[in-house]
């Protein structure tokens, strides 16, 4: 699971022109130069060919389960991915769009370039990828944006997840029928399922903002109230689990009874996660004063060491990341320091992290459940619309944000898919029905939610590449 803090700003909200972002991954003040179709048509030619020689490749030699055959893989998929992040641009889709797409394209479930065995080995990286976003993201949220944004964030989170919730549980109560696993469930286990349903609907993907956000260089208040929402909301997904789990546990499982057993052990994971990540944020203000080189370093240990030491331990890896970033800008200097250096770690990270997401949509598992899922996700979207803007009624938010504000948050990612095994372990009678629903919803708001996201802040005219062109009127023209 994932967690974070904090806010969004407020008054940025009518820049006659726009500031120069570093982005929370970024640091460079200006935007590449739009390329031209013989660049695209080349960059279009080299993905063809690299696709079309490791085809014939793998077809003319078996697949190496070994350490060089994991090496070839991401060798593939870094430039496979690049290339194709070059080719949706014109289409103005996401970088992580074309990500996705060459790992879905190349993986298991359509080529089959590249195996499930490489696919599992590749995802390793993703506890360096989380660390990286975790620590952008906490560096992102400095204090003066929290405070002057704090009522507009405590009132989303608040809307967001009651109303979400409380929909979401309905609409899988209501649908039940049409859902394999839960159609022969009694009316009270059907109502434990929809309620669990109702925790992975309240899910964000930080990881996809952080995606976006890294490309975009946007420092908007859209951009930053997304951040902010995505990042606190994953605190209170992981408290709404836990509380979750031990109310349903007697709906799902006659017989049994409520435990205060897993909110105990969510409390300390929490102040310990928090605690932990405060002396490593001093900690690393500390190093990037006094030595400051060889940061990589710092990062990969941090990504993989200290990840699974604190898995071990049971305190939360991205909490911890998250604090400590958050205290590396908040009390020090060194705040823009370590932005720079994680955009710099991150480049290549990002590219293995969602090429390996999009390996690992099944296709065959979404063309079963499309129906459902679209159902589920369709209804998501629209729910969290709706509470969006009432939201920002109550909050009286600026009209950029109760326009456009919603179109950050359908993404969902690694941190639903955690939860959902999370309760797959606690519910075992649900078998793998469960899981698979939520691949299947996953699959299709990772598709979708980056590319609205994308849109949003293209038509808000906070991306880098926009604000440079001097296409958009100025935010404060925009309703």
């Keep these: ?11 940025a909200v009518a820049p006659a022109a726009p500031t120069e972002p570093h982005g929370p991954a970024g640091g460079h003040p200006h935007a590449s130069p739009p390329k031209g179709p013989v660049s695209h048509l080349t960059h279009a030619v080299a993905l063809v060919l690299l696709f079309g020689v ?9 697949h190496d389960n070994g350490p060089a055959g994991t090496i070839a893989s991401i060798g593939f998929l870094l430039l496979a991915g690049t290339l194709a992040s070059e080719l949706v641009e014109p289409l103005r889709l996401p970088h992580l769009s074309g990500y996705i797409l060459a790992g879905l394209i190349a993986g298991p479930h359509v080529l089959k370039l590249v195996d499930h065995h490489a696919v599992e080995e590749i995802s390793r990286v993703n506890a360096l990828a989380l660390a990286l976003i975790a620590l952008a993201g906490g560096a992102e949220l400095r204090i003066d944006i929290v405070k002057r944004g704090l009522k507009s964030l405590l009132v989303h989170n608040l809307v967001q997840t009651v109303l979400v919730f409380v929909a979401m549980t309905g609409v899988f109560f209501a649908a039940r029928s049409l859902v394999p696993f ?24 930080p990881s996809a903002v952080l995606g976006i956000l890294s490309q975009t260089r946007a420092t908007g208040p859209v951009a930053m109230h997304t951040l902010a929402f995505v990042m606190t909301s994953d605190i209170i997904v992981i408290v709404v689990t836990a509380i979750t789990l031990s109310t349903v546990r007697p709906l799902i499982e006659p017989g049994a009874t409520m435990s205060m057993h897993e909110i105990e052990v969510l409390g300390r994971e929490i102040l310990g996660s928090i605690s932990i990540g405060t002396t490593l944020g001093l900690a690393l203000a500390a190093y990037m004063r006094l030595i400051g080189r060889q940061l990589i ?6 990504g993989f060491g200290a990840t699974e030491m604190l898995r071990y331990l049971r305190f939360d890896a991205l909490l ?35 090429a390996t997401a999009g390996a690992h949509l099944d296709l065959p598992l979404l063309a079963q459940m499309w129906p459902v899922a679209l159902l589920f996700g369709g209804s998501r979207a629209l729910v969290t619309w709706v509470a969006s803007r009432i939201g920002s009624r109550v909050a009286d938010d600026p009209p950029v944000l109760r326009k456009w504000s919603w179109y950050g948050l359908i993404s969902q990612a690694g941190l639903t898919l955690g939860i959902s095994l999370t309760i797959e372990r606690a ?8 899981r698979a629903l939520v691949v299947g919803c996953v699959a299709l708001n990772e598709m979708v939610g980056p590319i609205l996201f994308k849109y949003a802040l293209d038509r808000t005219g906070e991306t ?6 001097g296409s958009l009127p100025a935010l404060a023209s925009r309703e």
């Design 54 to 62: 490791l085809y014939a490749t793998t077809r003319a030699v078996p």
């Design 297 to 302: 370093l710092v990062f990969v240990a941090l």
């Design 1 to 11: 699971m994932s967690a974070a803090a904090t806010s969004a700003a407020e008054p």
């Design 182 to 205: 839960a159609a022969e469930l009694s009316t009270t286990a059907a109502l434990g399922v929809a309620i669990l349903w109702g925790v992975i609907a309240v899910t964000r993907s």
């Design 320 to 354: 911890v990341f998250v604090v400590a970033g958050f205290v590396v800008t908040n009390l020090s200097r060194q705040g823009e320091k370590l932005v720079h250096a994680v955009e710099d770690a991150a480049s290549v990270v990002f590219v293995l992290f969602f």
């Design 464 to 469: 880098a590449a926009e604000a440079s062109r």
């Design 427 to 434: 519910f075992p009678s649900l078998g793998a029905g469960f």
